[in-house]
């Protein structure tokens, strides 16, 4: 079956810009999380939704959101980006949460300019 | 605060040796703890993960070791290839939902 489908793979944007990443889980999962990977800080979780709803979140600025739609895919959203926003964003889905494994998507690679 | 401390952050290896990646935690309602394994260019994939109530847990090549008192737990891979050239990541996440607390990470190099 598919895996977790991230798009777009890569993205350049500009300082104060907005971007949205989208995430598709594997078929009949329902928790999504995402993740912001740099060298320097290493994975770091960002929020997870479920069903629709912010389950969990990190402790990122309130420029960071997120949100679930009823099929389970989910976006993420960074508003008026900064030079420090550059990283690899990762989401990862799994059945129902902390109890099922958790499969990871490719990332998108956000360079901020 | 890094909840989950792992090293070494590096280890190069001879083709057929046993490459021991060691990670430790002090929170003690973290209850699941997985191993990831990240090539350059591509997200982590779970490679196997352990349950406090075992101590050992083998799939394939791969196990783990996991310490419940010392709250300590380690990757073993066995017959190392250099296709196992990749960084592995430790993890543990507690209770309800996908929030993982990785380690920082370790560099494998397997030298054919």
């Known amino acids: 079956k598919a895996g977790v489908t991230q798009t777009p793979r890569y993205l350049i944007k500009t300082r104060g810009q907005q971007v949205t990443l989208s995430c598709s889980p594997i078929s009949g999962h329902r928790s999504v999380s995402w993740y912001q990977q740099t060298p320097g800080q290493g994975l770091q979780f960002l929020f997870e939704?479920?069903?629709?709803?912010?389950?969990n979140k990190g402790n990122f600025p309130g420029r960071f959101s997120g949100r679930q739609f009823s099929n389970s895919r989910s976006e993420m959203n960074v508003s008026t980006l900064e030079l420090g926003d550059s990283a690899l964003y990762l989401c990862a889905s799994s059945l129902r949460g902390a109890d099922t494994e958790a499969f990871f998507g490719q990332g998108t690679r956000l360079t901020v300019v | 605060q890094q909840q989950v401390k792992q090293s070494p952050q590096s280890l190069i290896v001879q083709k057929g040796g046993i490459p021991i990646i060691n990670c430790a935690y002090e929170?003690?309602?973290?209850?699941?703890f997985p191993w990831y394994q990240q090539f350059p260019g591509n997200g982590p994939a779970l490679l196997i993960a352990?349950?406090?109530?075992?101590s050992e847990k083998k799939e394939g090549r791969f196990t783990i070791s996991f310490n419940k008192s010392a709250k300590q737990f380690s990757l073993h891979i066995m017959d190392s290839q250099p296709g196992d050239s990749a960084t592995y990541f430790c993890?543990?996440?507690?209770?309800?939902?996908?929030?993982?607390?990785f380690g920082t990470g370790t560099s494998l190099t397997v030298i054919p």
């Open positions: 939704y479920f069903s629709e709803t912010q389950r």
């Open positions: 993890a543990a996440s507690k209770g309800t939902g996908n929030q993982f607390y």
């Open positions: 352990i349950r406090p109530d075992v």
């Open positions: 929170n003690t309602a973290f209850d699941y």
